[in-house]
């Protein structure tokens, strides 16, 4: 075989050419930016292993949610974490909890400039700390269902476009397509955390939303990381349930699960982006020991690359501010 006279340089020679063969461009519109709201604060929390993100009193929401979408971003997801947990996790599916008032309020104030998404979970409302309700010494799966349906049920009456159940329950987006259509909410749609591992880079987030399992851990339901059939099956079945969008989750690890379901199915596909990921950046830019927003735009980017259409992070508002110029 003879090589014509191929020469690859010839295309990386200047900056516009460069800037015209970019095959993977990472854009704001890429981006869905977490927001963390808290019931009874009376002023903004910052995060120790999170730097630079805040937990936000229910007054502050709008003004934090503007400047997201000033940024060109084009959704949020809200995560609430209630004064009060139990042991059926109520203050979930409460209308008046701190997910549907923010909600609500986002709604009221800024109509559609920014599309809302949020999670449904119980974790942050039980005592248990558990993303189910516990039954003996079990995470039992079909109670949990009925409560998780509830959940998304009441953040689509206050107007939520997009809700997001990361509860890795079997069945759960059946259980919540149906809630949703039986109380006349066909439009909301369902983005499931549908491979989400028991990883390890979760610990920051668990610090900010006080989360953590008071008993055991969450094997029981989520994925282990050594599994990649066992993640497309997840995915599979959340297709086969009606989902729109599928979520892996963490991110940067799990490129080869992305670029899979990628080539697999004909389904949106979001790649959650975690606290820890975003800490090791922060830390390690604190140190001086990386640049802080280049490698944002390098880790997006191959998530992207990978296959996501879009990519849930803590590191939405730093990229946007960078890309926006
Ligand atoms: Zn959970």
């Not at 800037?19 to 910052?46: A, M, T, W």
């Not at 999670?119 to 189910?132: A, F, I, R």
């Not at 987006?173 to 591992?197: Q, Y």
Request: hydrophobic fraction near 40%.
């Amino acid at each position: 075989m003879s090589f014509p006279n191929v020469r690859l340089r010839r295309l990386r020679k200047s900056e516009k050419i460069r800037e015209l063969l970019e095959e993977v461009r990472l854009s704001p519109k890429d981006l869905i930016c977490p927001v963390f709201v808290q019931e009874d604060l009376k002023s903004r929390i910052q995060v120790d292993s999170m730097p630079d993100i805040e937990i936000l009193p229910l007054k502050d929401v709008v003004s934090e949610v503007n400047s997201i979408a000033d940024l060109k971003i084009p959704a949020i997801m809200v995560f609430g974490i209630p004064a009060k947990k139990d042991d059926k996790g109520t203050s979930a599916f409460d209308q008046n909890g701190i997910v549907q008032r923010a909600i609500s309020e986002i709604r009221k104030n800024l109509g559609n400039k920014i599309a809302i998404m949020a999670d449904v979970c119980l974790c942050q409302y039980t005592d248990s700390g558990h993303c189910g309700l516990v039954k003996g010494n079990t995470i039992d799966n079909d109670s949990s269902l009925e409560v998780l349906k509830k959940i998304a049920i009441s953040q689509a009456q206050v107007g939520v476009e997009v809700v997001s159940p990361s509860a890795m329950m079997d069945g759960q987006v059946k259980a919540i397509r149906e809630g949703l259509d039986d109380s006349g909410f066909t439009d909301v749609a369902i983005m499931s955390h549908s491979a989400k591992h028991r990883s390890n880079l979760y610990s920051p987030f668990r610090d900010m939303a006080h989360c953590a399992p008071q008993f055991g851990d969450r094997r029981s339901y989520q994925l282990p990381y050594t599994n990649p059939t066992e993640a497309m099956r997840e995915v599979e079945t959340d297709i086969a349930e009606g989902v729109d969008i599928v979520m892996i989750k963490p991110a940067l690890a799990y490129l080869d699960l992305i670029a899979k379901v990628r080539s697999s199915f004909n389904i949106p596909i979001s790649a959650y982006s975690v606290s820890g990921e975003y800490s090791l950046v922060k830390a390690a830019a604190k140190q001086g020991w990386i640049n802080e927003t280049e490698v944002t735009l390098e880790i997006l980017t191959a998530i992207k690359r990978a296959g996501a259409d879009m990519i849930v992070t803590y590191l939405s508002k730093i990229a946007a501010k960078t890309l926006n110029g």
